[in-house]
């Protein structure tokens, strides 16, 4: 790689490790409004834009920086540090938006030049009907992450083509203009999410905003001839690279809980013996513990992207289940750690509104979604091992 192409990379990274700070120190700001709004405010989205967050991952073609995946997750953990709802949407925001690459050119063209945001919903629950060339999609999905601020919105469904010989995985995107947004977000956590409902009635969707994900699964290519053979994303399988910024969510969480923790701990003096907790061995272990377990998280993530970057050169035999498995057991020690947090700094931790409570909410519903569920994952994971399809997309 040339100097100056590493030099413009770094410059990047740094520009938008930047941004990501401003953005994740604005949404702390605002988190008490997010949480009673169950949204992020405006303010949050418009700075996400203004310090072009939401472009990172498009590709150079259409006027984005074409980011890697490790500066991609950088930025995912830095926003974490302050509000994981807000991270939550710097995560899907920049990889929503990435969508229109795996598009036909036309479909592409159209999304991207509009220049809205995108969010989408995986679960095949649409019902599909042939409309000439296109098709016509009705249904409801629920957790519609970002739908608020959003133009387009995939949603998941299984479509009939003539060269199939049966329904393959589809994600139409339809304008938010044409469904109807239900707010019914009312969770937990990850409040800020602005997570919500949508309904589609016979919407017409054209075959250029058609993604066929069992193509982008199979090919990890765009359905066009030629294309930039260096964007990052036509190298990874599709759905363990999309899925990479929830365990790096739930890293930067953690990472600002152990930060919470030292210092609550410093300040306190145990009652029934007065001795200061940062002079006492209990939580002196705690914390060594609960750092070194944070490690081993931050390695597994990284052992992750490895596994993504050599995807290729490695013969393309890494399965799904093992990113699966990877990716949840460091989300699983990022929420041990969460609690473990709480449970050592006992009942004073206890009182609403402080960063632990929200942290330990927000990393605990990291942990809910469903490409988070550990319990699947080593199941899946565990077949594989034994020579038996884990049947897992990632």
Excluded at 183 to 191: C, E, M, S
Excluded at 333 to 346: K, N, P, Q, W
Aim: with cysteine; glycine share 8%.
């Amino acid at each position: 790689m040339a100097i100056h192409t590493i030099n413009e990379k770094n410059s990047t990274t740094e520009r938008l490790l930047l941004a990501a700070e401003k953005v994740g120190k604005l949404a702390e700001q605002e988190a008490k409004s997010a949480e009673e709004n169950a949204t992020v405010s405006e303010n949050v989205i418009n700075l996400m834009k203004e310090t072009e967050i939401t472009k990172m991952m498009l590709p150079k073609k259409y006027g984005g920086p074409q980011t890697d995946l490790r500066t991609f997750a950088k930025v995912v953990r830095k926003v974490a540090n302050y509000n994981i709802s807000a991270a939550w949407l710097t995560y899907l925001y920049p990889l929503h938006n990435m969508l229109p690459a795996f598009l036909p050119e036309k479909g592409a063209d159209e999304i991207v030049n509009q220049g809205g945001l995108i969010c989408d919903i995986f679960a095949a629950l649409g019902k599909a009907e042939r409309d000439g060339e296109g098709i016509r999609i009705s249904g409801k999905w629920n957790f519609v992450s970002g739908v608020n601020f959003s133009d387009w919105v995939g949603v998941g469904v299984m479509i009939h083509f003539p060269d199939t010989p049966k329904p393959v995985y589809c994600l139409p995107m339809l304008r938010v203009s044409e469904v109807e947004v239900v707010n019914n977000w009312d969770t937990f956590g990850l409040r800020g999410s602005g997570s919500n409902q949508i309904i589609a009635k016979n919407v017409y969707v054209p075959k250029e905003r058609i993604l066929r994900l069992d193509q982008a699964e199979l090919t990890r290519r765009p359905p066009v001839e030629e294309y930039d053979t260096d964007y990052p994303f036509y190298h990874v399988p599709f759905f363990p690279s999309f899925y990479l910024g929830f365990g790096y969510m739930a890293l930067g969480g953690a990472e600002r809980i152990l930060k919470e923790f030292k210092t609550q701990t410093e300040k306190r003096v145990r009652l029934m013996d007065g001795v200061r907790e940062s002079e006492s061995p209990r939580s002196q272990r705690v914390l060594a513990e609960m750092t070194t377990d944070f490690h081993i998280a931050e390695a597994l993530l990284d052992k992750y992207i490895d596994l993504l970057e050599n995807y290729e050169k490695d013969g393309c035999v890494t399965p799904p289940s093992e990113f699966f498995s990877i990716r949840t057991k460091a989300i699983k020690i990022c929420t041990d750690i969460a609690v473990r947090s709480l449970l050592t700094l006992g009942g004073a931790a206890l009182y609403k509104g402080g960063p632990m409570e929200l942290f330990l909410r927000d990393i605990i519903s990291v942990a809910t979604h469903k490409t988070s569920l550990y319990e699947d994952a080593v199941a899946a994971y565990g077949k594989e091992l034994f020579g038996f399809d884990g049947g897992v997309r990632g």
